[in-house]
């Protein structure tokens, strides 16, 4: 498995500490600018027929690093791994031109409930996750001056 393709899932506190209205839209467009050509590669390479196996392997390494770590981190590892799967690798090869890139996002969404049942994601497209932000201070909405 590719390190630069398990590095955009695993190194992931910069990229969750920029998930808020302000800062995600830089945030992924750097994010795509860093993975999006690697991602892209590797699923031209692979070719269609690979991409389960690919899902599945990614995720296997994934599970490895989380067993590399002690007992009660894990639960927070695994969080923040799958953070990462829904809100800047899956919008990512959602918004790729590479047609593979697209079924990859949705195996990985796939083998991630066939090996969690109780604990899926869905997969969303960038501009669903950016308008969803609401412009709030302590919870108060603050309506917009348009």
Request: net charge positive.
């Amino acid at each position: 498995m590719n390190e630069e393709l398990l590095r955009a899932i695993q190194e992931n506190q910069r990229w969750l500490a920029q998930f808020n209205r302000r800062e995600y839209a830089g945030a992924f467009q750097t994010y795509v600018k860093q993975y999006g050509p690697r991602y892209m590669a590797a699923v031209q390479s692979a070719g269609e027929g690979a991409l389960p196996a690919m899902a599945a392997a990614l995720l296997d390494h994934l599970e490895t690093g989380w067993l590399a770590c002690r007992p009660w981190r894990r639960s927070a590892a695994r969080g923040a791994d799958k953070q990462m799967l829904a809100l800047y690798l899956s919008p990512m090869l959602l918004g790729l031109e590479e047609p593979g890139c697209q079924r990859l996002a949705e195996l990985l969404k796939e083998e991630w409930r066939a090996r969690r049942p109780g604990d899926s994601y869905e997969t969303v497209a960038y501009r669903e996750i950016q308008e969803g932000f609401r412009n709030a201070i302590m919870g108060i909405e603050i309506p917009s001056r348009r």
